[in-house]
């Protein structure tokens, strides 16, 4: 199947082929048969991959900053290598989508296949979009038009935020497609619609629907117009629906606003508001999120959790379902607002349309259903595999770390990469294409039933993991997971029960946890001044972590395991290294012990005890500034210090100091010694007992700081081996 992607790097509209998407738990598989541009967003997104470095740094002051900072703080290398990583991501397009069912998954009850859907799916042959996303489209209703929905809902979420009542006289500033649908809704408001546009065919066209509109570029001065026409008043209110950095659409707007009126934004604008007016005369200003309550949220987006509807009366499910029903019982129609067709395949050349003709706004791509080739594998490289004895890969996962890090590791080893899975196939179907996969599919089984693949890398999200870990291993393949190995103790147990059974039968591949951070050469030099001491040592990490927003998965115990689980294992790992001894007890602080879990894990100390006599503290801290380092280590050991600068430099005091111009974190020896492993030892680069040991000291970390106590080790290994003998 084919789906519509941007170029960010040069602006270009590619057609790409990818797998069939998986339809997860919670998710429709649909079938397109129209869909509609979006012409300013998508317009906007045009002329910014267009655009040259500059420009595109200068459209994003932000992102400059955030830039400048990782370069203060990792070096200029690998910060240059992430930003042309994340450029040269093509970005699918549109939202916009109607079309057939062609599954629904396992918790879905709300639909059937065959079912005709409108649905926020991009534009593609094939989507995959989560229940909530779906409405059900009246049999009097073509496709065509139920295309029209999604964005006709933005319009509508911007109409119900600026509460109208009848008789109110109503601005709308840009008379695009959002513009034309949101004066339709204030008129079956009761309300006055007055457009105001710089493009004289969008002005026409209001006019020619009945409504009063003004060019501020013929003339038409919409302050001067507003005073005589409201008798010096002002409107009622004003939606700004045009899409512009300028601020002068939201200037414009509070000049003509009543007293105490209200102006909401349903378009990206300058937000430079000024003072003067909205304080004078209290006006309210909102800016509208996208289609309704529930955008942006995973539980009522991803998980499928609606809101009741006696607390929430409008959703965005809720807000497509009365488009929907306006437009079959005839009070809504969008005909008029077509301006041109294309065939899907011909796409490149609507977007052309809308580049370069102002006048083009519902501009709809039409499918046609024999032309689709519906696979869950595409193979990208026909050729054979030169050389069987190497290290074949196949990837279960092609998030952002596989694809800035991982993948171009592994493509410069050596290794042959034969396979590459993502859920939906777009990710990995773009990384098959870079990095020389033979084929990418969107079902993992493809991979670990493929015999030329003797080893697996696994990327995906935390709650994965040892599931993966375990089939991956009974497939006879070798396996290499991103940190961490399990998220609760009875992932743990099924992992470790798996590989002692397999190594009885003599048959345990090589497993492998990506803890770089004892590959790095900082850490190896450190570790060779240190290992012929006498007595222990004492450690202190310092992670300066970063907040994440709160409803990001790697927080929920049940998904990413919490920070700790999820990333605080690499530093233990490194002290265990170090100190070539377990852990013995652990015993967590937070800075916040009255808040959940998650908000804990964010900003805690961890103190640990290891078997040698070792201590070692870890802060790891959400709260701190961008600009300082993200990772520092001190180590003290009989008369001397190392202090370890996030991977940068070691400034030794009593010893020597170590320094490199770019940031090494290890990932690069840890992968190349894992695949070289594999070649020429039967025995883990880190055993399985070092492995469950940091495991068991995450998990304590959350013991601990449950119950308020210091967590023996020993605790959660009887712990362990009961349910492992269970």
Known sequence: MKQLLQDLKKGEILLEEIPLPSC??????IKTERSLISPGTERMLLEFGKASYIQKARAQPDKVKMVLDKVKTDGLVPTLETVFAKLGEPMPLGYCNAGVVIEVGSNVTEFKIDDRVVSNGAHSEVVAVGKN???KIPDNLSFELASFTVIASIALQGVRLFTPTLGEKVVVIGLGLIGQITMEFLKANGCEAIGVDIDQGKVELAKKNGFIALNPANGEDPISFVANHTDEIGVDGVIITAATKSNQPLEQAAEITRRKGRIVAVGAIGMNIPRPPFYEKEISFHISSSYGAGRYDNSYEVD??????????????????AILQLLSNGSLNFEYLITHKYKF????????????NRDALGVVLEYTSKDIIVDKKIVINKSEL???DKVNIGVIGAGNFAKVVMLPILKESGANLVGISSAKGLSSSIAAKKFGFSYTTTDYIELLKDENINTIFITTRHNNHAKLIIESLRAGKNVFVEKPLAIDMEQLADVVKVCNKLASQDKMPHLMVGFNRRFSPFIKDIYNKTKGRSSGLAINMTINAGALPKDLWVHDPKVGGGRIIGEGCHFIDTMQFLTTSKVKSVSSIALNQSEELAIKNDNTIINMTFEDGSIGILSYLSNGN???PKEKMELFCEGKVYELDNYKKVNGYGTSSMKKFNQDKGHKEEMISFINNIKSSKDNLISLESLVNTTLATFAHVKSLEENKVVEISELEKELNELIES
């Open 304 to 321: 499928g959790i609606d809101y009741p509807i006696g607390y929430v009366r409008w959703t965005e499910n809720r807000n497509f379902q």
């Open 386 to 388: 030169k050389n069987n």
């Open 24 to 29: 997860g738990a919670n998710e429709v598989l």
């Open 345 to 356: 395949t011909e796409a490149p050349k609507a977007y052309n349309e809308i580049l370069n």
């Open 133 to 135: 996303l779906v409405a």
């Open 626 to 628: 961008k600009s300082y």
